[in-house]
C-alpha cells in the first residue's frame, strides 16, 4: 500500500474525527477536544490518533478514558462518513505540544520583561534611512 493512500486517509480519517467531536459526544468525560494529528500503518490497519484537550490533569486523564471507551462508536462513525473497506483500530494518544508551546512562550515573555524588553518586530519592515531617502528621490521629494 502506497504511504501517500495512507497520508490522504490519515488527513480525512483527521478531518472525520474533528466532525464528530465538534458535534459531542455523550459522553460528559470527553469536552473541547482537539485532534492534532493521525497518523497510520502502511497497511492501513492501525491508527495513532493525537489530540489535545485543555484542563486539569483530572479533566486531561477522564478524557483519555471517555476516548478509549468511545473509540468504537468513532471507528464506526468514521468507517460511515469515508466508506472504507477497512478502518484501522483507532488508539488515541495525548499530545502536549501546545502546552510546550505556551509554556516555551511564557518563559519569552519572562526574559523579555527581565532584560528590559526588547523590540519583538525589530528588522522586520523597518526601513533605515538609506531606503527612506530613495523612496523620496523616486517619488520627487
Known sequence: MS????TRV???????LGRILARGLKDPRVGFVTITGVELSPDLRHGRVYYSVMGTEEEKRQTAEGLKSASGFLKREVA?????RYVPELRFIY???AERGARIEALLREIREESGGFDEGAGEGTASREDESATEDESGG
Do not use: F, T, V, Y
Open 3 to 6: 504511504r501517500d493512500r495512507a
Open 95 to 97: 499530545d502536549d505540544s
Open 80 to 84: 460511515k462518513a469515508l466508506q472504507l
Open 10 to 16: 490519515a488527513h480525512h480519517i483527521q478531518e472525520e
